[in-house]
């Protein structure tokens, strides 16, 4: 069991669950579940290999097994009877949709790979870059949301892999931000070697850790962070997650201790070992550059007390609390103040964005 948690936790395979849905008119049928239910827009993947795209609207019935929410457009037709689909935050089915002139290009790591990005050129050659990234068993999908705003406000934004990341150099395990920092950091050189005047950075998740972790190793790496839903604790992360799972608490501490074991994080296939004390991001750490925080008390996988102590670490960050929404649908739950809460930031001091708690 400690073994099958520990390589959960540091696994780079996406985990995508399956459900069975159908068209009920021009609407879907979905089973009921915390996910299905929430308010907001979302995406659902569905035909061969899950390569279609739905955009999913608001609930517009639901009883205790059943929810019914209303097809917006997809970017194929819907079989009649009942088939399998996967229920995601994605808004968009690709960069396409943001930019049709978007553009694949490879950032070079220092390691001698390059990892794939996708590029969005801003209204002018000389403007600020922003670099978005993904959190971990995921894609740049995830950063569509953030790439969105970043384009309406002008900026060019460059949405990145890196290693173990769900389309990004293959690994066998992650390090939860600690060795993957550098390919942000290789990301950032290559922004700034192809004009960026400045480079802002928006991270997802355990995106979070790649640029904290960066700013740890050089305080001027960047100009300005955005953090979404971020993880800045994996201590208190996983502690979360055997809470979720409903097993003894001593389970937590055997798991964390396996991942800072060489010999146990050698046999999982990691490529160092997790220190835990430089994956709290509250600790030993001056953020010097505008910072925002957007997350929600709704997070049942990233603690929003997490936030909380981050922030309170961190007296010039600014935290904006979203409405109630699952973990990094925040974007898919509140659009509105994720849109103006990222638009403020990039737009203005981030002193001028209201803090809140």
Do not use: C
Not at 106 to 121: C, E, I, K, Q, Y
Not at 293 to 313: C, K, M, N, W, Y
């Amino acid at each position: 069991m400690v073994w099958m948690l520990a390589r959960r936790i540091v696994g780079v395979v996406p985990r995508r669950k399956t459900v069975t849905v159908r068209l009920v008119g021009d609407d879907l049928e979905l089973p009921r579940s915390d996910l299905t239910v929430v308010e907001g827009s979302y995406g659902l993947w569905f035909g061969d290999r899950f390569q279609q795209h739905a955009l999913i609207g608001p609930v517009v019935w639901s009883d205790n097994d059943r929810v019914i929410r209303r097809v917006l457009n997809t970017t194929a037709p819907m079989g009649t009877e009942p088939f399998e689909a996967q229920w995601t935050g994605h808004l968009m089915s690709g960069p396409g949709e943001i930019d049709p002139n978007w553009e694949d290009v490879a950032v070079p790591l220092n390691d001698g790979r390059s990892a794939p990005a996708w590029l969005f050129r801003g209204t002018s050659t000389a403007v600020p870059w922003v670099i978005h990234v993904q959190g971990i068993r995921t894609s740049r999908l995830v950063t569509l949301r953030s790439v969105e705003v970043a384009q309406s406000a002008g900026f060019t934004s460059l949405a990145i892999t890196y290693r173990g990341a769900g389309d990004g150099p293959p690994a066998s395990a992650s390090t939860l931000g600690l060795d993957e920092s550098s390919d942000l950091g290789d990301a950032v050189r290559y922004a700034r070697s192809h004009g960026a005047t400045a480079v802002y950075v928006v991270a997802w998740s355990m995106g979070a850790g790649l640029a904290l972790e960066l700013l740890r190793h050089d305080p001027t790496a960047f100009d300005r962070l955005a953090l979404i839903a971020p993880a800045t604790n994996w201590r208190e992360i996983v502690k979360q997650g055997v809470k979720r799972a409903r097993l003894p608490g001593f389970f937590a501490p055997v798991v964390m201790w396996a991942l800072g074991s060489r010999v146990v994080s050698r046999l999982i296939g990691m490529p160092a070992v997790v220190d835990f004390d430089r994956l709290d991001w509250a600790r030993d750490l001056v953020i010097g550059v505008p910072t925002i925080v957007v997350h929600s008390s709704g997070d049942e996988e990233i603690p929003f007390e997490l936030t909380r102590i981050f922030v309170l670490a961190h007296p010039h960050v600014a935290l904006m609390e979203t409405a109630v929404a699952p973990h990094g649908w925040e974007a898919n739950v509140d659009p509105n103040l994720f849109r103006s809460a990222l638009a403020s930031w990039l737009e203005d001091s981030v002193s001028t964005v209201p803090r809140q708690s």
